[in-house]
């Protein structure tokens, strides 16, 4: 099955530079540009996409609004959004995963770890690191809003589905969880993917947020 991706930066040489690298692999195709996140949209109503890499800071729309109107207006699985930042602009990615985003990647990612990123999205796994994951929401919780309030839709999971989305949300792999709980990696797997169902939610980088909104993870613990 072919990827389809949509780059949106508002720098032609680095579009140029990741349509190269996409263009190189059979299983990904460009089936469109954008030069900011006003264009991208337009672009969407134009083509069907399954993955949309992200710039963060562009003119007229930054990618951060641009990703919260993508997820808002396109609520089902495609497009995903991965979002590129730098390391100085980790606000704005925290920002943009609560906006919807599948993930992100610094800009200076090597090309073979973009590629992988993509596919994974395209699966629809995050790829954020789960210790970025956990950095992120720890320095910038102040902004999940006035306090944590419990989230009724916990009461849907189990036992040990809720042990499980509390090791996902402290920092923890598959692999990392399955030796915790003494239990198969795909075993693991497979609650990770009943808990998302049962919450709504796309990835476990949400369902991480939603710890942290609900109190069931508080920064620092």
Not at 73 to 82: A, F, Q
Not at 85 to 113: C, H, I, M, R, Y
Not at 127 to 145: C, E, K, N, Y
Request: charged share 25%; proline share 5%; net charge negative.
């Amino acid at each position: 099955m072919t990827v389809r991706v949509v780059i949106v930066d508002d720098q032609a040489l680095v579009r140029a530079g990741f349509r190269m690298v996409l263009g190189s692999q059979p299983d990904l195709t460009v089936v469109g540009e954008a030069i900011d996140g006003a264009d991208a949209l337009r672009v969407l109503d134009r083509v069907e996409a399954d993955v949309v890499v992200m710039d963060i800071r562009m003119p007229t729309m930054d990618g951060v609004e641009a990703t919260r109107r993508i997820c808002a207006d396109r609520p089902g699985d495609r497009p995903r959004v991965l979002v590129l930042t730098t390391f100085d602009t980790e606000a704005d990615a925290f920002a943009a995963l609560q906006a919807g985003a599948s993930g992100f990647l610094l800009k200076n990612v090597p090309p073979e770890e973009l590629l992988a990123a993509i596919r994974v999205v395209a699966e629809g796994d995050s790829v954020v690191a789960p210790s970025i994951t956990r950095r992120l929401l720890d320095r910038f919780a102040g902004q999940l809003g006035p306090g944590p309030a419990a989230d009724p839709r916990l009461a849907q999971l189990t036992e040990r589905e809720r042990e499980i989305l509390l090791l996902v949300a402290q920092g923890l792999s598959n692999a990392e969880i399955a030796a915790r709980v003494h239990v198969a990696e795909a075993t693991v797997k497979t609650h990770v993917g009943r808990i998302l169902a049962k919450l709504g939610l796309r990835d476990r980088v949400q369902a991480v947020v939603l710890a942290y909104e609900s109190g069931l993870v508080t920064p620092g613990g």
